[in-house]
């Protein structure tokens, strides 16, 4: 059973341009979950699916993050026109309904 | 709403010893759960153990005891015979257990350094 995958695991960027994370949980978990990191502050939810359906979004989303599941497997997480702001670890995550909730090693991004 | 408090950011162990982190929480929710991960610094957050609010007992993992204390709402991490490996960032988090609750809030975080 392998875990929670995510790629790439460190991207630097531009500001201004476009990146976009990908997620592969856990085989047969309905339930995926983004969330932030910054440097020596614990994890912020960011957005959350159960199966291919988006069912909430942190008001930390702006306009520019877009977050998909398309049948209901992996997950991309795309920034629009990146900030330096952003430059952030991003942790995708994923359940079996409410059970225990199994993180990824996490993609690491840099917006010089 | 959820609050997950750890104040202590950053302990120094002794390897072989044992350390014991902080974790106290806030909530509204009658039923709940409480989480202990370990984060490396390559950055995977990485599950440790499990403390149900309705659990009789206290949560052992290996190595891992939560000394749970509802009346004080806390719920504080002991490592026992730490080991160089140990030496990461550990959160405390909880969530509620109705079907609909899903979001895990996190603490800040402790950073645990084993000396040899």
């Known amino acids: 059973d392998t875990g929670v995958s995510q790629n790439p695991r460190h991207k630097i960027t531009k500001r201004g341009q476009n990146v976009t994370f990908r997620c592969d949980p856990i085989?047969?978990?309905?339930?995926l979950y983004w969330y932030r990191q910054t440097l020596g502050q614990g994890p912020e939810f960011l957005t959350y699916?159960?199966?291919?359906?988006?069912?909430?979004k942190s008001r930390l989303l702006s306009d520019r993050f877009s977050a998909e599941r398309p049948k209901g497997s992996f997950s991309t997480l795309e920034i629009q026109r990146t900030e330096q702001g952003d430059s952030a670890m991003y942790l995708c995550a994923s359940s079996r309904e409410g059970n225990t909730i199994y993180f990824g090693e996490g993609s690491w991004l840099t917006v010089v | 709403a959820q609050k997950i408090t750890q104040t202590q950011p950053g302990m120094f162990v002794q390897e072989k010893e044992a350390v014991t982190l902080d974790c106290t929480y806030d909530?509204?929710?009658?039923?709940?759960?409480l989480f202990w991960y370990k984060q490396p610094s390559s950055g995977e957050m990485i599950f440790l153990i499990y403390?149900?609010?309705?659990?009789?007992q206290n949560a052992t993992e290996g190595r891992y005891s939560l000394n749970f204390q509802k009346a004080r709402k806390s719920a504080n991490l002991v490592i026992s015979a730490s080991q160089l490996g140990d030496s990461a960032m550990y959160f405390c988090?909880?969530?509620?257990?109705?079907?609909?609750?899903?979001?895990?809030?996190f603490g800040a975080g402790t950073t645990v350094t084993v000396r040899a």
């Open positions: 699916f159960q199966n291919e359906a988006q069912l909430e």
């Open positions: 085989s047969e978990h309905n339930r």
């Open positions: 988090a909880m969530r509620g257990v109705a079907a609909n609750d899903y979001k895990l809030s």
């Open positions: 403390q149900g609010s309705y659990d009789q």
């Open positions: 909530t509204s929710d009658p039923s709940y759960g």
